[in-house]
């Protein structure tokens, strides 16, 4: 039996510590190396093609000197006695075995350069674990203020057997004129009969790089729930992959994206249906106003292992002016025989007549083009499950 445990209030929250542990030490060092030895991507490169990187010098940022405030939901006493845990990740290691244990358990540290950088990089991250028949009845969240050079994190979390969570975590920073480099890494892992709605929302200035990589793990019957929404950036990169282990897992990923001015938008999800009888939905909406530009790339893996699988991804962008760039690469590789598994996109301008009909009761074009645009994303808004968050990505969205 799931037993809801209430957090101490939605307003609680605590700021992380940022100590550096022996163990983060050991392994930036060990990571070290392999960054410095991958090249970095090109636009050339498959999962950087439509990206413009090769601009970017890392050399510029003072990596060693990463500094992020992390604001963090305060648990109750019942809920630490539970044994539920949010805290940093250097204090985890140091605290807790599992979290070494866990640490890079889901992805390789080679497999991206902007990967690799954070593993030897990292200076803080939040840490959350939760207990088996364990379920909260308010989100817990992690506030991530970046307002110097640049920001580097890795954060773990595990959701037990038979427990369920809502996670909210929200970027954003204070612009600074010469850049910003935001890098982070999270792993996620739902183990058996575990269900996580995932939410992810970044809101950045027009000079900051952002490369977040999200990897999330489900065990039998597991469930997570991404939502994610990408707003600013000079380049805003959010790869999500899922790894479907265990048999009869599920997920579901939601992603809303607006790109303005000059910003560049590259949204990935990749699920993995390494397992029996596993169902996946995902829908990526956006929208790009002035010159922005935008690549969605999406990719359903299955291999002889997936049979009974179940999986759609859905990709359609509106754009707003003629010199706005979109690019929509949805892919499958399939090698098992008995599996339901499509994909649809779509690219368009937005109709003229329909800016004509509003404009013709009387409103300006840039307020028919703000209609048309929050009624683009109105009906992928109410998919989300949480009210408090429709509510905040329309006001992302409205601007």
């Given amino acids: 039996m799931i037993v809801k445990q209430n957090l101490v209030s939605k307003n609680a929250m605590e700021i992380l510590s940022h100590s550096e542990s022996n163990f983060a030490a050991v392994k930036k060092k060990e990571a070290l190396n392999i960054f410095k030895s991958m090249p970095m991507p090109k636009e050339r490169d498959e999962e950087w093609r439509y990206t413009e990187i090769e601009k970017l010098n890392l050399e510029n940022f003072e990596l060693f000197e990463s500094k992020t405030r992390i604001d963090a939901t ?3 006493e019942d809920l630490v006695e539970k044994g539920v845990i949010l805290t940093d990740i250097n204090t985890a290691f140091e605290k807790y075995p599992i979290a070494k244990e ?14 690799a950088l954070s593993a030897a990089y ?7 674990y939760v207990p088996k028949n364990v379920e909260l009845d308010e989100p817990i969240r992690a506030i991530f203020k970046l307002d110097d050079r640049n920001c580097i994190l890795h954060n773990l979390i595990i959701v037990e057997q038979n427990s369920k969570i809502d996670f909210i975590e929200e970027y954003s920073n204070k612009e600074i004129e010469n850049g910003q480099l935001n890098c982070c890494v999270t792993e996620v892992f739902a183990n058996a009969d575990s269900r996580i709605n995932f939410y992810h929302l970044n809101n950045l200035t027009k000079n900051l790089y952002n490369f977040t990589n999200i ?10 729930n991404w939502i994610s929404g990408c707003f600013g950036g000079k380049l805003n990169k959010l790869r999500i992959d899922t790894h479907f282990n265990g048999q009869g897992s599920r997920c579901s990923n939601i992603g809303i994206f607006l790109g303005k001015g000059k910003e560049h938008i590259d949204f990935t999800t990749n699920m993995h249906h390494n397992n029996l009888n596993t169902t996946n939905d995902v829908l990526v909406d956006g929208i790009l106003k002035d010159e922005s530009s935008s690549v969605y790339r999406g990719l359903i893996k299955i291999p002889k292992e997936g049979q009974k699988t179940n999986s759609y991804l859905a990709n359609h962008i509106l754009k707003l002016g003629d010199k706005t760039l979109a690019n929509s690469i949805p892919s499958l590789k399939i090698d098992a025989n008995d599996v339901k598994a499509s994909h649809g996109a779509t690219i368009g301008q937005i109709d003229e ?29 109410q998919k989300i499950p949480s009210e408090e968050l429709k509510e905040k990505i329309r006001e992302m969205v409205r601007g």
């Fill in 353 to 381: 007549e329909h800016l004509f009909y509003l404009m013709s009761r009387g409103m300006s074009r840039a307020e028919a083009e703000k209609l048309i645009v929050e009624g683009f994303f109105e009906p992928v808004i």
């Fill in 215 to 224: 990897v999330g793990t489900e065990e039998r019957n597991a469930e997570i």
């Fill in 74 to 76: 305060k648990l109750s």
């Fill in 102 to 115: 866990y640490f890079f358990k889901s992805t390789l540290i080679g497999r991206d350069k902007f990967v």
């Fill in 122 to 128: 990292f200076t803080n991250g939040i840490f959350l």
